[in-house]
């Protein structure tokens, strides 16, 4: 790439610090929450964290907020928050439709350390009663 852009005089890339507020790098935004980068941009995939490209393939511009850390960043959770699959048993609903709704952030959820992996905890306690749905209805 490099060579074309010398042949045709088309200047590269420049590095320069973001001027937005809470606006990172992959890199910078994997740091800042304690993760690799890899793992930012499969969070960024699936819509837990926004961010933005100037164009297909550009490099992200990655929006973390301190609630996007408290909520990502590994730690405790509040007592009463379920784990993935007790959730998704709790409220009737498969995994893959709790996925889907914490990713619409239709609920709350943080990370947890357990053991050496980090696992999620979710908040069902406070879901209205029309996403709580039996077998039956």
Avoid: C
């Avoid at 730690?75 to 784990?83: F, R, S, T, V």
């Amino acid at each position: 790439m490099t060579n074309l852009r010398y042949t045709h005089h088309i200047s590269g890339h420049t590095r320069t610090t973001l001027p937005d507020k809470d606006v990172y790098t992959v890199q910078q935004a994997a740091e800042r929450l304690g993760v690799t980068g890899n793992t930012v941009v499969r969070w960024i995939e699936r819509g837990l964290l926004k961010a933005s490209q100037i164009t297909s393939g550009a490099p992200w511009r990655v929006q973390v907020t301190e609630s996007d850390r408290q909520r990502l960043a590994a730690g405790d959770a509040p007592k009463g928050w379920l784990p993935l699959k007790a959730a998704a048993q709790a409220l009737g609903v498969s995994q893959q439709t709790l996925v889907d709704k914490l990713q619409r952030g239709e609920l709350e959820a943080v990370r947890v350390q357990v053991g050496a992996r980090t696992a999620w905890r979710i908040q069902v306690d406070s879901v209205p009663s029309d996403i709580q749905m039996t077998l039956f209805d």
